[in-house]
């Protein structure tokens, strides 16, 4: 029996990389080579709960990944050995790196049902390189976030929290038309990166949000019990914190959309008659139902330069390591592994 490493959670906080069984592919599968695979937010989430209640034990990590496809079912027709890809993890039922005993931080991944799933699978680009494929996934996110929030030419933006869901959101914006997008964070090395994407940064907790707003977006009266306020048309709220949403309904304007992409593990209270007064539309965004395809179009257009994204790259063997600087916030944006080291 052949053997690979796979990084996998055993209990809250504990991890460890394990030698498994290397897959096989079915009659209607496709075993994909794994090139690079990111740490996601939700990686580290499922670290520190131990896993998601109910799922596989030990948890396998890893769902943002590309590789190369080295093997192929015998009634797979629309895939070939050697062809370059892209994986959506949640297609065909996989939930690879989500639930599932397949994670992407290994060397081999099995995607099932490529016959009756393959638009979980998606080709490459011949210019593009596994690091920017492996970003295809949390931009997709971004990108479903911006559309949640209808965004459309000549909009201003604001998304409160400059990781990598928030930066992907931000360049989703730019990319559906937004005239002016500008991103709220703590952590300087993240403003840095959204500075040297392109975006205006704003320092928070450096004066009141609303002021900020007021200063980058303009202002609009619309509601004399409101007075004037912020010009904001779309709030991306991309931290998760309860304070954060809650000052985002005090701060907007009459009909201003809110979009929560940030995962909130606990209740979160609404002044209801404030929410009535500015008649805001609350919003939610999830993963990405049909993004992939125009975040790879808005990649090969060379729209944006996604590798700005990664702050870290380690090899497999250190993915410990590699852990560790995903979870200092204030350092890290994308850390980024290469699963064949």
Known sequence: MHTMTQARVHAPGQTALDQVPKPDAGPDDVLVEVVNCGICGSDLSYVKIGGIPGAASPFALGHEFAGTVVETGANVTQFRVGDRVVV???????????????????SHVVYRGANSHPEGLIKLPDNMDFETAALIEPLAVGMHAARQGKIAAGDQVAVIGAGPVGLASAIAARHLGAANVLLVDRSPRRLQVAQHMG???????????????????????????????????????????????????????????????????????????????????????????????????????????????????????????????????????????????
Do not use: W
């Open 88 to 106: 959506n993890p949640d297609r065909g039922d996989n939930a690879i790196g989500s639930g599932g005993i397949q994670g992407a931080f290994a």
């Open 199 to 341: 975006f205006r940064a704003l320092q928070a907790d450096q004066t009141e949000l609303a002021q900020q707003l007021r200063d980058s977006h303009g202002t609009i009266t619309n509601d004399p019990l409101l007075g004037e306020q912020p010009a904001t048309d779309v709030y991306i709220e991309a931290t998760g914190v309860a304070a954060v949403l809650q000052q985002i309904t005090f701060t907007a304007r009459k009909g201003a959309r809110i979009v929560v992409v940030g995962v909130h593990f606990n209740p979160v209270e609404f002044n209801m008659t404030n929410f009535l007064l500015r008649e805001l539309q609350l919003m939610a965004s999830m993963a990405y139902p049909t993004e992939f395809p125009d975040v790879i179009a808005m990649l090969s257009a060379g729209e944006v330069d996604a590798g700005l994204l990664i702050s870290h790259r380690f090899p497999l063997s250190r993915f410990q390591d590699a852990l560790a600087t995903a979870q200092q916030a204030d350092a890290a944006v994308k850390v980024m592994i290469d699963c064949q080291q």
